[in-house]
């Protein structure tokens, strides 16, 4: 299944050849990407292979459509999102310690 791999690889956008991010089961994500809950965290499950739908009981919407990813948030909760919910995370560099 693509995306759930980790493998990105060959994997380009058509622009320039630049490499387009795939989320994947353990990336490191931000969540909620310049939002006032914004937050970090890994992609812990990917479920992409079941059809999403909501819930519904004589028209009322008891649930809505299931989410995509769940993710473990670095506070430690599990939230679930879709992939334009998130963005990849961008590492930074590392102190030198001088």
């Not at 956008?13 to 965290?41: L, S």
């Amino acid at each position: 299944m693509p995306g759930t791999d980790g493998d990105r690889s060959g994997e380009t956008d058509g622009v320039d050849g630049i490499t387009e991010w795939r989320p994947a089961v353990d990336d490191e994500v931000v969540v909620h990407p310049g939002a006032d809950t914004e937050t970090t965290g890994r992609i812990v499950d990917d479920f992409g292979e079941f059809t999403a739908a909501a819930v519904e009981v004589n028209e009322t919407t008891i649930s809505p459509a299931a989410r995509r990813w769940a993710v473990l948030t670095a506070e430690g909760d599990l939230v679930f999102v879709d992939t334009d919910q998130m963005g990849a995370a961008r590492l930074r560099p590392e102190p030198d310690g001088d």
